[in-house]
């Protein structure tokens, strides 16, 4: 009865050994975590960069950028990343066209995604919005000479974002191939699970974007 | 990792609708003239608690073993560490010395 109690105890405060399926999301977990460190980095530089030219002057970010297409293609992520989890709950419950469907329609708001962010990227260059400068529209000379780094940041990390965007779209791809090929049951769909965490990364990384780059 | 035999899955829809509800607030937010302090803490708290239900429910961070948030919130910390690393050598006047500040642009038309 000790020995029981004992080895309950033990099972309790220790991890269980890694297994096959929780190998690969440790590995998808620990790349995420690295990744955090990319943008985190990025972000920080664009805090600083910002505060620095505090003193000088800053454009106000919504005066520049297009504030309703970028809520539009944050929803949009918030509807692929739905898509994504009933994609995993349909495999997980056995239903393999149902998965295929749902990552059919998340591969979908992916590419619509990436026309979307093409399109802003054509609208702001041709607007003036480059890498040495930005649009004029009737800013006062300080506010200009302060923002002078607004556009290679913007790019930087909105450009980051989208490969990280298209690679997810390539890495699903490759997942529903395998899963219209049958490859995925209801017992075995832990690739499935993996590609969706780095798919809600994506989104959660576009989460804090839009609130730093064109909201604050 | 997962709880052994964990086949239940949260209600999406209802974390969708709080995401959605969180997206347009924060876009109301930006909308009137409010002090920059005050709309910088509603909209970063307002991305974080949409980080945390994304993390949580749709990465299903919520259901797996304690250590393995650790290690996730860890860089979220040092992230932020690093902005205020970053502070002093960035916000000082020293930075701007000898910089000459540009002349404000005077509109002269209504003379």
Known sequence: MEHATTSDHIEDVYEPSLTPDSLGKLGMWIFLVGDTMSFGALLAAYAAVRAGAGIIGWVPPDEILGINLTAGMTFLLICSSVTMVKALESIQNGNVSRMCTFLGLTIAGGFIFLGLQAYEWYHLITHGLTLTGIPDHGLSGAAISGSTLFGPMFYAITGFHGMHVTGGVIYLIVILIHGVRGRYTAEFNHEVEIVGLYWHFVDLIWIMVFTFIYLL | ?111
């Open chain 2, 1 to 111: 990792m997962a709880q052994d035999g964990h086949k239940e899955h949260p209600k999406y829809m209802n974390i969708f609708w709080w995401l959605l509800g969180l997206t347009i607030a924060e876009v109301l937010v930006v909308i009137p003239d409010l002090p920059i302090a005050l709309k910088a803490i509603l909209l970063i708290g307002m991305a974080c608690s949409k980080a945390i239900l994304v993390a949580n429910y749709f990465m299903h961070l919520k259901f797996e073993k304690k250590t393995l948030a650790i290690i996730v919130v860890t860089p979220f910390i040092i992230c932020v560490l690093l902005v205020f690393a970053l502070m002093p050598d960035l916000t000082t006047d020293a930075r701007h010395e000898g910089i000459e500040k540009p002349a404000e642009v005077v509109d002269t038309s209504s003379h």
